[in-house]
């Protein structure tokens, strides 16, 4: 391991190549990056980013490296030392400067036998083995035992003690309801077990001794270096973090017990459906997490886990102000649509802006964090069930919520036949676009296919190995990327060679002239073809805008629908009412900002925004007067 950790960071002139080629990669799959905050990290001196949700593998490290190239800073990642052993990515990151991490979960066996608690009341550390080995050398104090995946989770087990007769006895007692189920195949303790039942299956990994890297962590440190670490220990796509892992404390603290002066910087990394092509991402910095003198003494002076337990929850509380965290993601569908209601014009407003990303994932933040407070109230139960309702009429007519809304604002006090112009002028469009968009679609749909098909199989290899992913979509993006970027100019040396061929045999009936040389149809090739690609992209995403605007007008004009759209726009205008007399109610209760609130009914609350950027430049802030 201390061989495999490289000391100096990347040199600069190869980090900025690699970082430029990647970059315009993710720039290409993305339609927009919004950076909000970036002026907490620091230009100078020793900096740890600490970044959250792992949404999207590889794809996020990028991100973050483009922005704080643009500061003149960058970026040592700390990386699970599987992903080293990768042809490709091994390479590109020791290159890039990362420093390895072994993690216990990539390194666990499956073990012998099943474990169990026989006494969970009396003994609730202890555990027992039936069938298994505890002799075996992999079986030590330090190490860890993990449980099959239940409702998405495998759970980690902490050993503190080998006893004899087949008994473990663990650090900490389980308290998880899933744990206890596994463990004693009960739900509740006054139960009896589940008939033949005989404990859960498990793997064992071994202490990881971590000295090497806390040591190459320390000497970037020390040298004014900046540390990038994603803290829930791997990528996912849940809905909430991750349980963060003590690591960053606890380089933060060593770190700052040597003396080095340190800024500890978090980063919410908030995506609108990351996985997919022309998605788009708001990355946020947050506040410095300060760290006090006392706690560092703490650390120091033999109080390490009272320190790295005041460190985490600062961490934890920092990163929840830069993240939108939702319990599962029925509930973040509902903040989303309850977003969009809230921000719809009343009659009362006058014509105003959209806000812009940021924004809007700061009113999901708000909006997330009073559902969380207020859920288990009367009125937010049944404005969840009356948001709920809504969601799954939509879902039945097939449409989204901001097709409905241009529904219900277009002529609304015109007949629906008066959208047949519309509806032909977009066909027309529509028509234009296609063929404009065809030639690229054309060349390059077998890239598409192929980027699609191996993309999705990695998925499910990356799924079938991970005990936290529910879908696996966040090692999507990754790979579509890679694999296009792969295939892309392999398609174009290949289209180049037949157009050569094609010429040199006399079978471009005209369009090449005979005499026109091989060099410079090469060159004309790979400079023309990348044009097309750009072409295809930017006539083919205006072309998809226009084709899903196309549904609804249909609907509107089709008799049989019409009503049911009608009905659908009379509970949106209602829906609307109520999610904001909830946000008049309770906003106040959560938010300093919202103390003005009772004078802007009807228009939504000014001040909701207000201090949401303070530092902010000006030319940014007149866009907060108004809501749409």
């Known amino acids: ?39 907490h990290v620091p230009s100078e001196g020793s900096v740890i980013l600490v970044a959250a949700p792992h949404a999207n593998q ?21 990386m699970a030392e599987k992903s080293f052993q990768r042809p490709f990515v091994g390479t590109m990151a020791s290159i890039m400067g990362a420093v390895p991490v072994s993690r216990a979960m990539d390194v666990a066996k499956q ?57 473990i006895l663990l650090k900490s007692a389980p308290t998880h309801s899933d744990v206890l189920l596994q463990l004693t195949g009960k739900t509740h303790m006054n139960e009896v077990p589940m008939s033949g039942f005989v404990g859960s299956k498990f793997k064992v990994a071994p202490h990881v001794d971590q000295t090497q890297v806390y040591e190459a962590v320390f000497q970037r440190l020390r040298t004014g270096g900046c540390l990038g670490i994603f803290p829930e220990g791997g990528s996912h796509d849940r809905t909430e973090l991750l349980p963060l892992k003590a690591g960053i404390a606890i380089m933060a603290l060593g770190a700052l017990a040597q003396g080095t002066a340190l800024t500890i910087v978090p980063v919410g990394m908030n995506y609108f459906s990351a996985h997919k ?29 009272e320190a790295i337990g005041a460190v985490m929850g600062d961490i934890s509380e920092a990163l929840a102000a830069v993240t ?35 924004h809007s994932t700061e009113l999901n933040r708000r909006l997330s964090k009073g559902y969380t407070t207020y859920s288990q109230t009367p009125e937010i139960m049944s404005l969840k069930k009356d948001l709920q309702r809504y969601v799954d009429c939509l879902g039945i007519l097939g449409l989204k919520d901001h097709q409905l809304l241009s529904i219900a604002t277009r002529n609304t006090h015109l007949p629906p036949l008066f959208l047949l112009p519309t509806l032909l002028y977009r066909l027309g ?45 966040d090692v999507m993006a990754t ?45 004309s090739s790979l400079i023309v073809l990348p044009l097309i690609t750009y072409a295809a992209l930017l006539f083919g995403e205006q072309g998809m805008d226009i084709l ?57 609350p000014k001040r909701l925004f207000a201090e949401v950027s303070p530092m902010a430049e000006m030319d940014e802030l007149w866009k907060l007067d108004t809501f749409v």
């Open 58 to 78: 590889f794809v996020d490290s990028v991100i973050l490296m483009k922005i704080l190239r643009s500061l003149n800073r960058q970026i040592s990642w700390l």
């Open 429 to 473: 469009k529509l028509v234009i676009l296609f063929f404009l968009t065809l030639p690229g679609l054309v060349l390059f749909a077998p890239i598409f296919i192929l980027t699609s098909h191996m993309s999705r199989r990695k998925t499910a290899e990356a799924l079938a190995a991970s005990s936290v992913k529910i879908r696996g979509n």
């Open 111 to 167: 073990a012998e036998g099943t474990i169990l608690l026989l006494d969970p009341i009396n003994e609730p550390k202890l555990l027992s083995g039936v069938g298994t080995n505890f002799e075996d050398p992999i079986f030590k104090a330090g190490g860890s035992i993990y449980l099959p995946t239940l409702n998405g989770e495998s759970h980690k087990l902490d050993i503190a003690e080998i006893r004899k007769g087949q008994m």
């Open 324 to 358: 939108v965290s939702a319990p599962d993601f029925e509930t973040l569908n509902l903040i989303h649509a309850a977003r969009r209601l809230y921000l719809t014009k009343t009659p009362f407003d006058e014509k105003t802006q959209r806000l812009s990303l940021a």
């Open 548 to 604: 899903k605007s196309l549904y609804p007008l249909i609907l509107s004009l089709n008799p049989r629908s019409s009503h049911a759209v009608a009905a659908l726009v009379e509970e949106r205008s209602n829906l609307v009412t109520k999610v904001r007399e909830m946000v008049h109610r309770f906003g106040n209760g959560i938010f300093p900002d919202c103390d003005d609130i009772s004078k802007w009914r009807g228009r939504g």
């Open 277 to 305: 092509f022309r998605s788009r991402a708001v990355i946020e910095f947050g506040d410095a997490v300060t760290v006090s003198q006392s706690t560092i003494y703490d650390f120091k002076n033999g109080k390490k886990r």
């Open 1 to 39: 391991m201390a061989g495999q950790i490289p000391l100096k960071p990347a040199v600069g002139w190869v980090y900025d190549i690699i970082l430029r080629v990647f970059a315009s990669m993710v720039d290409y799959f993305f339609r927009d990056i919004q950076v909000r905050g970036a002026w």
């Open 479 to 523: 790979w579509k990327i890679l694999i296009a970027a792969a295939l892309v100019p392999v398609f174009y040396v290949f289209y180049t060679i037949v157009l050569v061929c094609l010429k040199n045999c006399n079978r471009t009936y005209g369009v090449i002239p005979a005499r026109t040389p091989t060099s410079l149809l090469v060159v």
